[in-house]
């Protein structure tokens, strides 16, 4: 069974840095895409980043490029989000899931919370 | 990029059919066969319904089929039930090698 756990997320004051963590279990972690989705409060789903299964491709959305930094550690089955100069508006649930290279999530984690907030 | 449109909300009684629309351009709906769904209850994280335009995950029920035509794919559930009631969305691949989301469609039962 395909499980993707998100941490990492919790109360940040703007302007701070934050990395969040996905831990991979179930399927070959090293041969799967995988994807970075965030929702604000009340709000849609947002596609943020992703990266290829060896890690030497990044694909992100424009308005967020240059704060966002997807990574991933195969030989920890790991996907991660660096976020700097945190700002109001990145509060949101973020969600790490497995992709393929034509299907943005095809299984999701729980999501875990960031408050930018001071 | 512009998120893709779908109508704010769509409802129909048990047993109906309904169908969601996911309007966009040809650098992503119109331009690649990869146009997704996902469905999302209440606080609970998206489920994948429909992938490449028409296929459906293991799992999902055949009540769940999808279409596109030009830069429009096109979600549709048969039968409706109750426990589909949710907030439904499109993903698209885009000419940037990036992904695109629907602004979402919440579905109501009747």
């Known amino acids: 069974e395909v499980q993707l756990v998100e941490s990492g997320g919790g109360l940040v004051q703007p302007g701070g840095s934050l990395r969040l963590s996905c831990a991979a279990s179930?399927?070959?972690?090293?041969?799967?895409?995988m994807t970075w989705v965030r929702q604000s409060p009340g709000k849609g789903l947002e596609w943020v980043a992703n990266i290829k299964p060896d890690g030497h491709g990044k694909y992100y959305v424009d308005s967020l490029k240059g704060r966002f930094t997807i990574s991933r550690d195969n030989a920890k089955n790991s996907l991660y989000l660096e976020i700097n100069s945190l700002r109001a508006e990145d509060t949101a649930i973020y969600y790490c899931?497995?992709?393929?290279?034509?299907?943005?999530?095809?299984?999701w984690g729980q999501g875990t919370l960031v408050t930018v907030s001071s | 990029q512009s998120a893709l449109t779908q109508p704010a909300s769509v409802s129909g009684s048990p047993g109906q059919s309904i169908t969601i629309s996911c309007t966009g351009t040809?650098?992503?709906?119109?331009?690649?066969?990869?146009v997704s769904w996902c469905q999302q209850h209440p606080g609970k994280a998206p489920r994948l319904v429909v992938y490449d335009v028409t296929n459906r995950p293991s799992g999902v029920s055949n009540r769940f089929s999808g279409s596109k035509s030009g830069n429009t794919a096109s979600l549709t559930i048969s039968g409706l039930q109750a426990e589909d009631e949710a907030d439904y969305y499109c993903i698209s691949y885009t000419s940037s090698s990036t992904y695109v989301f629907g602004t979402g469609t919440k579905v109501t039962v009747l």
């Open positions: 899931a497995r992709a393929t290279v034509a299907t943005a999530g095809t299984d």
């Open positions: 040809s650098s992503d709906v119109g331009g690649y066969n990869y």
């Open positions: 179930g399927f070959t972690f090293s041969t799967y895409w």
